[in-house]
């Protein structure tokens, strides 16, 4: 069974810093890539950034210079290093793990919330 259990969100002022994790398990987790997505309240979800099982990565532009990703694949684990936070960063956080090779396998974890708020 595929378990993606994200953890780290939380509340934090404008500016802070958040380290979100995402813990895998029942997958070949080196095998695959994996990206942080965000869906904030009545938007669609939106890739935030990736790395692929050779450590290429993506960040996407509105968050390029203040998010981090990175991966430990000793621990099966993927982090979304996140800085100088602001509001409009404020969403639902959700982890993915996507076979670069068959499209049917994604899988994704439930999510954890992280507001940006004074």
């Known amino acids: 069974q595929v378990q993606l259990v994200e953890s780290g969100g939380g509340l934090v002022q404008p500016g802070g810093s958040l380290r979100l994790s995402c813990a895998a398990s029942?997958?070949?987790?080196?095998?695959?890539?994996m990206g942080w997505y965000r869906q904030a309240p009545g938007k669609q979800r939106e890739l935030v950034a990736s790395i692929t099982n050779g450590y290429n990565t993506n960040i996407a532009a509105s968050v390029k210079g203040r998010f981090t990703i990175s991966r430990d694949n000793a621990k099966n684990a993927v982090y979304l290093q996140m800085n100088s936070l602001k509001p409009e960063d404020t969403a639902v956080y959700y982890c993915n793990a996507a076979h670069p090779f068959i499209t049917t396998m994604s899988f994704w974890g439930q999510g954890t919330q992280v507001t940006v708020s004074s």
């Open positions: 029942g997958i070949t987790f080196s095998a695959y890539n």
